[in-house]
């Protein structure tokens, strides 16, 4: 897997009659990604390492969350985008608006 990890989610829908349609459903993740469960061992090894070799050093799939962009808007077609980020190496997070920066909670 990637050194960083970006995850887009389409919440366009359709109608009957072919119009897009915003998804406004409330979507929750997690603080931390555990993708371990959904990797094999054999496809994280380097190609010059046969997999008997030992590992010294065990390979993951953690993904620490660090921003997050939302769309803002009741149609898919238009709207603003605003950016919750977490402060590098903290668990300080801001919101980011155009030129409006404010500290928020991890919540929002």
């Known amino acids: 897997l990637p050194e960083i990890l970006c995850l887009h ?3 366009t829908t359709w109608t009957n009659e072919g119009l897009p349609m915003k998804n406004t459903c409330h979507i929750s993740f997690p603080d931390i990604l555990d993708m371990n469960a959904f990797i ?13 070799q030992i590992i010294k ?3 993951t799939a953690i993904y ?3 921003s ?8 898919s077609e238009a709207g603003h985008f605003i950016v919750y980020r977490r402060r ?4 300080q997070w801001f919101s980011i608006s155009d030129d409006h920066i404010r500290e ?3 919540l929002e």
């Open 9 to 11: 989610i389409i919440r």
């Open 40 to 52: 094999s061992l054999s496809r994280l090894l380097p190609t010059n390492i046969h997999p008997t």
């Open 57 to 59: 050093k065990p390979l």
């Open 64 to 66: 620490k969350l660090n």
């Open 68 to 75: 997050v962009l939302v769309h803002l808007g009741g149609i």
């Open 88 to 91: 590098i190496n903290s668990n």
């Open 104 to 106: 928020c909670t991890e």
